[in-house]
């Protein structure tokens, strides 16, 4: 029985606490809200109170403390040590560079002729003064300066019958100097006859004696003469003989093939010939070399000429 009304007893109590508290809760639900500082003046009047803080509890006490910021260390000032740096050894000057290789100086000289005033004087038309062509130039002979002195002329017969060769001075002749290939005029009179006319100047020819012929030793046919150095080497044959419209000899074409190279024809400078009395006959001597020879620019008939000669360092003479 005790039991049982101690047990009624706590339940009292019990309910009692609770309606205390249901009614403490409803007087704070539905009674008027609290004024604010702006409804009431003495609210802001009163000063503010701050509630010290609670001592943080176990677990945050037991938290690690962070540990106060480090100050810099004063940085000291030191002076830098001087740095030796090795003085670079002195290096050796390069070799130069090897020095190129002289050109070797030329062989051959050159010198063009114009189409227009140049022309091979072999099987060039012969005529009277009225334009009647008489015969064909096959030869001109020259004296120890090189000046023409004589040309050798086939005079046509008919029909290649009767034909004859003549020689005439070769001032009797006139060059057309307007067209190459004019036929070389013969002065002679209307009715005169060409054989004649060669006896005439035979006569008449300075340093001769009357009736003198061509063949004498002071003068030099060229056509097929033999073209040589001075120790006696061959160099060729002469073929043609190169001339102006003025009638002046400007090279002389040699034949410089042979048997084993190919046939070939080289225009030698008028300069770089000369005559030489040689077992009472003139010959026709040559400087150019073997080298020269087949430097030399070919000839070709009724093509751009260039004559050749023995380059100035060669020969020590200046050349055209």
Not at 56 to 75: D, I, K, N
Not at 82 to 104: C, G
Not at 212 to 225: E, F
Request: glycine share 6%; proline share 14%; net charge neutral.
């Amino acid at each position: 029985m005790s039991d049982g009304s101690s047990r009624q007893r706590l339940a009292g109590r019990v309910f009692l606490v609770l309606s205390l508290a249901t009614l403490a809760g409803c007087s704070t639900w539905f009674g008027p809200p609290p004024p604010t500082p702006a409804q009431d003046p003495e609210l802001n009047a009163m000063p503010l109170e701050i509630e010290p803080a609670e001592p943080a509890s176990e677990p945050a006490a037991s938290a690690p403390v962070a540990a106060p910021p480090r100050e810099a260390p004063e940085h000291k000032h030191v002076t830098p040590k001087p740095v030796y740096h090795p003085r670079p050894k002195p290096q050796p000057a390069p070799p130069p560079p090897p020095a190129k290789p002289a050109a070797p100086p030329p062989l051959i000289a050159t010198r063009a002729l114009a189409a227009d005033d140049i022309h091979g004087l072999l099987d060039t038309r012969v005529q009277r003064p009225d334009g009647k062509v008489i015969g064909r130039a096959i030869d001109m002979f020259v004296d120890a300066a090189g000046k023409p002195r004589e040309m050798l002329v086939n005079l046509a017969g008919f029909l290649g019958i009767g034909d004859r060769k003549m020689h005439f001075p070769w001032s009797d002749f006139r060059f057309d100097p307007t067209h190459r290939n004019a036929p070389i005029t013969l002065s002679i009179g209307p009715n005169e006859a060409p054989a004649a006319a060669a006896a005439k100047g035979k006569e008449n020819a300075p340093g001769k004696p009357a009736g003198a012929g061509a063949n004498d030793a002071h003068l030099l046919g060229l056509i097929d003469a033999t073209a040589e150095r001075a120790n006696g080497t061959r160099v060729g044959r002469v073929v043609d003989v190169l001339i102006d419209t003025h009638g002046e000899p400007q090279a002389a074409v040699v034949d410089v093939g042979s048997l084993i190279h190919e046939r070939r024809s080289i225009a030698a400078d008028w300069s770089a010939v000369k005559f030489v009395q040689k077992d009472d006959t003139l010959s026709l001597q040559t400087d150019l070399s073997d080298a020269q020879v087949n430097a030399a620019p070919p000839y070709a008939p009724n093509q751009p000429v260039r004559t050749v000669a023995p380059a100035a360092a060669s020969t020590g003479q200046p050349t055209r």
